[in-house]
C-alpha cells in the first residue's frame, strides 16, 4: 500500500526546510517501510504570480492526494490584486476549498528553547494544542465583504452549528487520545468566545455544550478570549486542548507560539475526515533564504503530524522523538543559540530515530 | 468653577477602590483648589436588576456631566436576559449611547509589580497606550446579530470612515503629547488590522494612513494583530501608541494587562471630545468584596486620567506621581505581594502627594 503525498515547496525557506522534512521522511520510508511517495510541486506566491500555477490548478491538484506537506509561502514583493502579500490567497484558499476545519496548532515548550515568560522553563511545561476552526468565523468574508462609499465597510461573521460541531468533536477526540494537561494531567477542552457581547459567538458556546453530553470522560470548560489571551501568559501549564473561532484562533495561536519561543519551532495540521495538509506556522523569510540556516523544527513536526494523521503512528513517533532528542543533546540551528544548519540539524535528528 | 464628577459605584469591590479614589482626589480637591464635586450613584448589576436603575436612567443621568468615575460592574449571580452576566449591558450601554469612541488603556510595569515576562523587570520598561475603538467594530453588533433556525448565527464587523478617522486622531494627539518608546523614545502610532484577510480591515488602515499624513512628527506603522500578540511578549519596549478595532482591543489590552502583572493594575479612560468615563478594566471581584483588601491602584489612576482629561494637569501628575512613589516605597496590597489594605495603601497614597 503505497501512499502519494503532495509536497508545496513553497517560497523564500521553503524549499530548504521541505527538503529537511523530506529527507528525515526518507529516512523513515526504509526503516518503517512506509511506502510514502513524494511528488513535489514548485508552487508558491512566485509560482502563481508567474503564471505557472493558478489558485484553482493547485486545489484541482490537491484533490487527488490525501496528505499535503506544505512549505511557507507568500513573498512581500508579490502583491496580488487586493494589494495584500502574494500566496496568502492560495492558503486560505487551501484551507477553505479543500474544507480542512480544523487547524490543529500544539503550543508546546521544547528542550533547548527560552520561553520568555519567567515561570516556565522545564520543556513540557507548556503542553497543550490550541484548534482554531479554519473554514468559517470573520474569515467567511475573506475579501467578500463590502465597502460603500469610501465611508463603511462591513464584514460578516458567520458561525454554523456544522462548523461548530465538528470542531468541536474534533477537540474533544484529541483531548481524549492526548497527554493531558502539565498541571493535573486532566484532559479538558476549553471553548473560548465572547459569548457575552455577541450572538454569534453565544451560539458557538451553545453547540460547543451540547456536543461536550458526548465526551463525559473529558472536562469542558469556556474562557472569554480577553480572559484567555491572560490565562495563556499567565497560567499555560493549566492548559490542555482550546478551541476556538477562526480569527481568534490566528490571533491566540499566534500567541501562543510566542510563549514557547516563536514561529520557528511552531507547526501545525490543517485537517478534516479525508484529508490533511501540515504546515509550519512560520513565513517565507526571504531574507534568509539560500543560506542554509533556516529552523527546520516546525517542518519537521509539522510532518511528524502527517505520519500521526496517516496511521503511522511508530513512525509519528519516531520522528517527534528524534526531534525532543537531538534539541535536548543540544542540536539547535543559530536562532535557537546554536550553531547548526538546516542540514547540520536534520543530520541529527536522523542519527537520534534509532 | 465648580465641576460635578458622576460617581458610579458598580458591584462587589466597587464601592471600596471607588472611596479609596475620592479620598484621594478629595485631598487633592483641597491641595489644588480644583473644586470637584462628587455626585454618587449606587449604580451596578445589582440595582439594575433589583429595578432601582434601568440603563436608560443611567444614561439619560449621565448626560449631565462630562466626566464619570466608575467603579467595577458585573456580578456573576445576576443574569440578564440573554443569560450573561448582569452589569456588562450597561458598561457596553455607557461606552456606546455616550459615543465614548475611543478606550484608552495604559499598559506600563509599575514599581513593585512582577512582570510574568523574564526580560521586563525594571518599572516602565514596559510602557505604552492601546487604544481601542469603542463604539464600532464588531461590537457594533452587540446581540444584534441574527440566528437563523439554529443553523446559523451571523454577526457583522462595521467599520466606519468616522469611527476610524477620529480614534486615529486620537491616537495620533496622544502620542504627541506622550512619552515615546521606552526603546528608543521615539513616538510612533501602531495601527492593527488583519487587512491581509478582511476588506473592512483594509478600509481601517486606508483611513489611518490618510489621517497619519497630518502628523509629520509622529512615525505611523503597521501591524497584523496575530503579529502584534507575539510582539506584545516579545518586544513589549518597542512599542508606544498602538490603536486597534474594538474586539482585537478587547482581547490584546487583556494581553498588555497580563504581561504588566494583571488587571489589579490595569486602569482606563473611555472618551470622547466632550466627555470620559474612567474606570479600572478589573471585575468586581465578589470573592473578595467587603474585606478591604482589593487593590485601588488602577482605579487610582484611572482617576489620574480623569483629572488630566479635565484639564487639572497638575493634579493629576500628583496623583499619579504619589501611587508610584508609594509602590516604589513597598507599600503594596496584598495581591501583589505586600501586606497593605485598601485604606492602608490609600493612606501612603495621600502621604506621598506632598
Ligand atoms: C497568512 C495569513 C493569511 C494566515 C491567517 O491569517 O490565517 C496566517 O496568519 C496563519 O495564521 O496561518
Ligand atoms: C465586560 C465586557 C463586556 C468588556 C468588553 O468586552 O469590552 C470587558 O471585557 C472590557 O474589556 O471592558
Redesign the interface.
Known amino acids: 500500500m503505497s501512499e502519494r503525498i503532495m509536497v508545496l515547496e513553497g517560497d523564500g525557506i521553503g524549499p530548504e526546510v521541505v527538503g529537511c522534512a523530506i529527507r528525515a521522511l526518507e529516512a523513515l520510508n526504509d526503516a518503517y517501510g512506509l511506502g510514502l511517495e513524494f511528488v513535489k510541486y514548485d508552487v508558491g506566491a512566485r509560482s502563481i504570480s508567474q503564471g505557472e500555477w493558478t489558485v484553482e490548478g493547485v486545489i484541482e491538484e490537491a484533490r487527488k492526494f490525501r496528505a499535503i506537506l506544505k512549505g511557507p509561502m507568500g513573498d512581500p514583493g508579490i502583491r496580488n490584486r ?4 502574494g500566496g ?1 490567497d492560495l492558503i ?1 484558499a487551501l484551507r477553505f476549498s479543500l474544507d480542512l476545519y480544523a487547524n490543529v496548532r500544539p503550543v508546546r515548550l521544547l528542550p533547548g528553547v ?6 516556565f522553563s522545564r520543556p513540557d511545561s507548556i503542553d497543550y494544542t490550541l484548534i482554531r476552526e479554519n473554514s468559517e468565523g ?2 467567511a ?7 460603500l462609499r ?13 462548523g461548530v460541531e465538528r470542531v468541536s468533536r474534533m477537540a474533544f477526540e484529541i483531548a481524549r487520545r492526548g497527554r493531558g494537561s502539565p498541571w493535573d494531567g486532566r484532559k479538558r477542552v476549553l471553548c473560548v468566545e ?11 458556546r451553545r453547540v460547543f455544550d451540547e456536543v461536550s453530553a458526548d465526551y463525559g470522560d473529558v472536562e469542558a470548560g469556556h474562557m472569554y ?3 484567555m ?2 490565562y495563556m ?2 497560567h499555560p501549564d493549566r492548559l490542555n486542548v482550546v478551541v476556538t473561532e477562526n ?2 484562533g ?6 501562543g ?3 514557547v519561543g ?2 520557528g519551532v511552531a507547526y501545525s495540521a490543517n485537517l478534516n475526515e479525508r484529508m490533511g495538509m501540515f504546515e509550519p506556522v512560520h513565513g517565507s523569510a526571504p531574507d534568509i533564504a539560500g543560506k542554509g540556516i533556516a529552523n527546520p523544527v516546525a517542518m519537521l513536526l509539522s510532518a511528524s503530524m502527517m505520519l500521526d494523521f496517516l496511521s503511522k503512528r511508530d513512525a509519528a513517533v519516531a520522528l517527534e522523538s528524534a526531534v525532543i532528542r537531538a534539541m535536548s543533546s543540544g542540536a539547535l540551528t543559530q536562532d535557537l543559540g546554536g550553531h547548526l544548519g538546516s542540514e547540520g540539524f536534520t543530520d541529527k535528528v536522523i542519527e537520534n530515530m534509532g
Chains 1, 2 share one sequence.
Do not use: C, W
Open positions: 487586493q494589494g495584500t502579500e496568502l486560505l527560552s520561553s520568555p515568560l519567567r515561570n470573520l474569515y468574508s475573506h475579501f467578500g465583504g463590502m465597502e469610501d465611508e463603511v465597510a462591513v464584514d460578516n461573521q458567520i458561525i454554523t452549528r456544522k465572547k459569548s457575552n457581547v455577541l450572538r454569534s459567538f453565544a451560539f458557538f478570549a480577553d480572559a489571551a491572560q501568559v499567565l480569527m481568534f490566528d490571533i491566540l495561536s499566534d500567541l507560539a510566542a510563549t516563536g514561529l
